[in-house]
């Protein structure tokens, strides 16, 4: 049961265009929201994170949109630069309930192209 | 984040060993959780511990597997007589408080030959 899903396993965008990652959740308990990004062979780092109360969160290039009613949020990453080529991976927990762990979404290889 | 320090980054063990998987977290962090990833998945959650305590162990194998948090010393993830199955990345994140922004080591990459 994937309770986070991120359908597109790959995106290519030129460099300085907007990048658009995607997540959709079944879980409507989930109230937080992580993005995290992962070069090889190394561990992922957080990027941005947004809280149910919100609808979006802005972070430098980065910004992180929640649609509650779809489920689903959005990564823009403006403008886009090479050194953002990465795997990027959605997370999402109840932290209102009291649960601790993050369920991943299966991720998205980006590739910024110069 | 180069604050959370795992030991060793690649272990190679036989079918039947035991494979000991340590990881250090951020200074002051008191909040430790352990992943693991498969190869083409995402990280899948094992387990939560506090200080000496295991808080959540859902995503844990009922068996072979076990992980503590001493008072003093690493987190440690033990897996008994590993199976070729158990051949993942395992990375281990801490945060300051719980369900805040987590941050990850480097992984322990373990191939079960």
């Known amino acids: 049961d994937q309770q986070v899903k991120q359908n597109s396993p790959s995106l290519s965008v030129q460099e ?22 992962k070069y090889p062979a190394e561990g992922p780092t957080f990027l941005i994170s947004i809280s149910s109360i919100k609808d979006k969160n802005e972070d430098g290039r980065f910004t992180v949109f929640l649609n509650k009613s779809a489920k689903h ?3 823009h990453i403006v403008p886009s630069q090479p ?5 990027y991976f959605c997370a ?15 991720g998205t290889r980006l590739k910024v192209l110069a | 984040n180069a604050g959370v320090m795992q030991n060793p980054r690649h272990l190679v063990r036989r079918r039947g060993q035991e494979a000991r998987l340590r990881c250090s977290p951020v200074k002051g ?11 083409e998945e995402g990280l899948k959650f ?25 008072k003093e010393g690493p987190s440690i993830l033990r897996i008994q007589q590993v199976v070729r199955g158990d051949s993942a990345a395992y990375f281990c994140a801490s945060s300051p408080l719980p369900n805040t922004e987590a941050f990850f080591g480097q992984g322990t990459r373990l191939t079960v030959v």
């Open chain 1, 16 to 37: 300085g265009r907007i990048s658009i990652l995607n997540c959709d959740y079944t879980n409507s308990m989930f109230d937080y929201f992580l993005w995290y990004k």
């Open chain 1, 73 to 75: 949020l959005s990564l």
């Open chain 1, 83 to 87: 050194g953002d080529s990465a795997v």
């Open chain 1, 92 to 106: 999402a927990s109840e932290k209102g309930s009291g649960t601790y762990k993050y369920i991943f979404g299966t």
């Open chain 2, 29 to 39: 962090h008191s909040h430790v959780y352990w992943y693991r990833q498969l190869p």
């Open chain 2, 46 to 70: 094992m387990v939560y511990l506090q200080k000496e305590n295991i808080i959540d162990e859902s995503g844990m194998p009922k068996e072979r597997f076990s992980a503590e948090f001493p």
